[in-house]
């Protein structure tokens, strides 16, 4: 019987004292528990330490990169106007232009040509909405006498180009081939070259010519079409700038051409009219 109520006694008193929470005891889950907390805490520090730190200096990073964007925006806008102004003080299209004048028209050139802020502009020049493609520009300056630069014996002409719509677009709605035209006007006289141009690289594009129409007084008088593939029908360009409304294009003569935007012959663009009569430009 006493053996009994001993038992009885110090059983409850040592099953209490191994009470486990988790599968532990009490006593030592008290100082386990502290430990985690601790390392746990430990931890949570060090993460924040590291990440917000990362966090931090990627935060610092698109900050920079945003200002840096911003500089080289300003710095671009900057050098244009310096180049458009030295292309405008020169001869009309740069024809006739002093070796003095070339060299600083086309060291600001090569200046803006460095600060480009389009990548792979033969290919977004085909690429929908086709912001690049449409409307019309002038020519503002190029390095060739030839007819190109609008000069008809003693005269130089006003020259333009004007885009005028796409052709055979893919699946995804890139053209294939875009269409446009370069104009001289020379009073009531204008001569189009008509010609499409399809990309074959990140800056090139190749240029086929296609037809030949003289227009008096807003009237075709004469229309002559290529031979496929004839001699003289074929050419290439390298775009080197293209922004809004500046462009500057290297021809496989070697040619530099470099077209400002304008107000679109006729009055309206292709993308202009298509909106207005309701049909998807593209």
Same mark, same amino acid.
């Given at each position: 019987?006493?053996?009994?109520?001993?038992?009885?006694?110090?059983?409850?008193?040592?099953?209490?004292?191994?009470?486990?929470?988790?599968?532990?005891?009490?006593?030592?889950?008290?100082?386990?528990? $502290?430990?985690?907390?601790?390392?746990?805490?430990?931890?949570?520090?060090?993460?924040?330490?590291?990440?917000?730190?990362?966090?931090?200096?990627?935060?610092?990073?698109?900050?920079?990169?945003?200002?840096?964007?911003?500089?080289?925006?300003?710095?671009?806008?900057?050098?244009?106007?310096?180049?458009?102004?030295?292309?405008?003080?020169?001869?009309?299209?740069?024809?006739?232009?002093?070796?003095?004048?070339?060299?600083?028209?086309?060291?600001?050139?090569?200046?803006?040509?460095?600060?480009?802020?389009?990548?792979?502009?033969?290919?977004?020049?085909?690429?929908?909405?086709? @912001?690049?493609?449409?409307? $019309?520009?002038?020519?503002?300056?190029?390095?060739?006498?030839?007819?190109?630069?609008? @000069?008809?014996?003693?005269?130089?002409?006003?020259? $333009?180009?004007?885009?005028?719509?796409?052709?055979?677009?893919?699946?995804?709605?890139?053209?294939?081939?875009?269409?446009?035209?370069?104009?001289?006007?020379?009073?009531?006289?204008?001569?189009?070259?008509?010609?499409?141009?399809?990309?074959?690289?990140?800056? @090139?594009?190749?240029?086929?010519?296609?037809?030949?129409?003289?227009?008096?007084? *807003?009237?075709?008088?004469?229309?002559?079409?290529?031979?496929?593939?004839?001699?003289?029908?074929?050419?290439?360009?390298?775009? @080197?700038?293209?922004?809004?409304?500046?462009?500057?294009?290297?021809?496989?003569? *070697?040619?530099?051409?470099?077209?400002?935007?304008?107000?679109?012959?006729?009055?309206?663009?292709?993308?202009?009219?298509?909106?207005?009569?309701?049909?998807?430009?593209?």
């Amino acid at each position: 019987m006493n053996l009994l109520c001993l038992i009885l006694l110090v059983v409850p008193q040592r099953a209490q004292a191994f009470q486990s929470v988790g599968g532990l005891p009490r006593h030592a889950c008290g100082l386990h528990g $502290t430990q985690l907390a601790s390392r746990g805490l430990a931890a949570a520090r060090n993460w924040q330490k590291c990440f917000g730190t990362q966090l931090a200096s990627r935060g610092l990073a698109l900050s920079s990169t945003r200002m840096s964007a911003a500089t080289t925006g300003t710095e671009r806008q900057a050098v244009k106007e310096k180049f458009i102004e030295a292309a405008r003080a020169g001869p009309k299209n740069g024809v006739g232009a002093t070796p003095e004048q070339r060299a600083a028209i086309e060291g600001k050139l090569a200046e803006l040509i460095a600060l480009n802020p389009t990548e792979e502009p033969a290919v977004a020049l085909l690429r929908p909405p086709y @912001k690049f493609f449409d409307g $019309t520009y002038s020519l503002l300056y190029t390095n060739t006498t030839g007819g190109s630069s609008g @000069k008809l014996g003693p005269f130089v002409g006003d020259v $333009t180009q004007t885009f005028e719509g796409m052709r055979d677009n893919d699946q995804m709605g890139f053209s294939r081939r875009g269409i446009f035209s370069n104009a001289a006007q020379f009073g009531p006289l204008r001569t189009c070259l008509r010609a499409r141009c399809e990309s074959r690289g990140d800056t @090139k594009l190749n240029i086929v010519f296609e037809e030949l129409s003289i227009f008096v007084f *807003g009237v075709r008088v004469s229309n002559k079409p290529f031979e496929q593939g004839g001699k003289g029908t074929r050419g290439s360009w390298d775009l @080197k700038y293209m922004d809004e409304d500046l462009r500057v294009l290297r021809t496989n003569a *070697g040619n530099v051409l470099v077209l400002e935007k304008e107000e679109p012959f006729g009055g309206e663009s292709y993308m202009e009219k298509q909106k207005r009569l309701g049909s998807v430009p593209y």
